[in-house]
């Protein structure tokens, strides 16, 4: 192996005709470069200028050193005092189309000795132009057109007076693309609720709806956030349809596309929660009462570039070309994918709710309000329920029941009055007999007494103990009414 060539010497003409040979034969540029002890960076710049020259071996062994060098632009050149001046706006438009390069370009330009440098320097000079002429497309926004919504980075601290626990309150701006007329408030957090409670008390403090409103791929609102079919949450969906207005996430990592937003937000934070930096609050009221004041202050101050203020661009521009607000108010649902077991109920918060017995098995969808529990499948409601907070308790509507199920159900009640008897002079022996025990008041057995098929035992809190005593009631009331 011979020995590698010192730092700054050029490369002898020997060892590029070995490297061409090498090539030609099929060999990598690492490997070339290892066996000519040299780098492979040397390597593939020594191939790339005989390949744009077409120079191949049979043509290189034929040429002189002196030759050679010319022909790959490593002669000797001539200092110049300046720089050679380059049309990199031309070379743009050239590198736009298929399968040209900068080394093409560049090479090109040598043939033509349109400029004299190497090809690093070159590229150099070109990347240094791309970055003082990046062009940015400017946005035109209409009026009432687009309204930008999105939550600030920094937070505000409320601490409850009793608890002593901490809260940080994240605030939400929106802002209208035309006049860039801003509201800002504090929620307990960026959760679905209060992401969409925020977006109505934004159109109510607006007067009217925009055309769409632009959020971020927050994922209160952006389920999916694709760059060309983002996901939008069903609950948000259904606030849209409500205020017929049109839901348009912008790009997940490209913050141009709510620039508006983003100088809000900055406004939000220099000129709101700043100078509240030093104010303690207990509560969220009092907290928005304070963003109020500042942000009417903010809306009211003169804009330097328009020459008005917020206000009153958004009063010219903006209010007139709103939509008028829905006469009912938006009622705020969850919605949830359930399957139906095999009891023809679905859990919802740990309370179960009947669907018709055919749907067993399948998914349905749940959309749960405050007041309503509802059951879809297939985009048609099967089942409404009244929502019920107690837990681990069945919500049961005698038509979702099977024939043979509510056949049973219904002379379960008839039977139920004479095995009553029985049961109470089986069981409440036993109780007697226990009654010292103290620990024997909490076992399920202690209370069928005062049990009935409608009213189920209170005060279950272990989910595996009421399957228990439901299993021993349904053995009692079918035992009895067999031999009834």
Known sequence: MSKRTGQGAGLSMDKFREIMRLHELGHSQCSIAQSCAVARSTVQDYIRRATAKGLSYEQIQQLSDSEAKTQLGKGKRAVKEKLETIDFTTLEIELQRKGVTLALLWQEGIDKQQWDCSYGTFCRRYNKWKVRHQLTMRQVYKAGEKLFVDYCGPTVEVMHPETQTVTKAQIFVACFGASNYTYAEATPSQELPHWIGAHQRALQFFGGVPE?????????GVTDPCRYEPGINR??????????????????NKPKDKAKVEKAVQEVERQILAPLRHERFTNFTDLNAAILVRLQHLNDRVMSGYGVSRQVLFEQVDKPALKALPSQTFTFARWKTAKVNLDYHLEVEKHYYSVPYWYVQREVQVKIAEHLIEVFHDHQRIAVHERSRVQYRHSTVAEHMPPNIGHISANRKSAFSLGQTRLAVTLVPKLKRSSTRKHMKNKPFGRFE?????????????????????MLLAWWVCDDYARF
């Open 212 to 220: 769409c409103i632009v959020p971020d791929n927050l994922k209160s």
């Open 235 to 252: 609950s948000y969906e259904e606030f849209a349809r409500h205020f017929n207005v049109v839901i348009l996430p912008a790009r997940p």
């Open 450 to 470: 005062a049990c009935n098929d409608s009213q189920p035992p209170m005060g279950l809190n272990d989910s595996k103990q009421l399957v228990g005593e439901r």
